[in-house]
């Protein structure tokens, strides 16, 4: 997968293999089961998690999901990149909090307005708001950038798995 020639913050591909489900789980679950000092692979059902672990884990590793669907005598896997849970959330969490000052200020501005107020500061507050919400998405795509070496290395894992 290009990781480079996307708009998309979260990374998705599509593959269909020649095989039954039970049988591209058992390869992941036995790969799973050999010790690795790099990745860990959780499957649960028709889902499959590959992370990066260990030394080579920094803030901005991303996470690899595997979705399992089974059709008429192939299966359908989706592959959905991802940053880590904790940072997820936490940017998540941030611009929520963006969202919301965002929110109150836009009231405070139309209470403002009504009354014939001052408005000076809340445009300032507003505007600032919506600095901060595209710093945050050039941030995320800077992590993003600094993931590819290993999502092309999660890619390659996988690729391995399916061949073996």
């Not at 692979?41 to 920094?58: E, F, L, T």
């Not at 969202?99 to 109150?104: C, E, K, M, Q, S």
Request: aromatic content about 14%; some cysteine.
């Amino acid at each position: 997968m290009d990781t480079s020639n996307t708009v998309r913050l979260r990374l998705r591909f599509y593959k269909d293999v020649p095989e039954k489900i039970d049988d591209l789980r058992k390869r992941f679950e036995n790969f799973a089961a050999t010790p690795s000092d790099d990745y860990k692979i959780s499957v649960c059902d028709d889902h499959i998690w590959m992370n990066i672990k260990g030394p080579k884990k920094q803030y901005w590793s991303p996470h690899l999901h595997l979705e399992l669907e089974e059709k008429d005598n192939f299966t359908h896997i989706r592959g959905l990149f991802g940053p880590d849970q904790t940072l997820w959330t936490f940017f998540m969490f941030l611009h929520f909090l963006v969202a919301g000052i965002f929110i109150i200020f836009g009231m405070i501005l139309y209470s403002d307005v009504t009354l014939k107020q001052p408005i000076a500061m809340d445009l300032i507050v507003m505007s600032l708001m919506v600095i901060v919400w595209f710093l945050l998405y050039y941030i995320a795509r800077q992590i993003r950038s600094n993931g590819f070496g290993q999502m092309d290395e999660l890619e390659v894992l996988f690729l391995k798995i399916l061949e073996s």
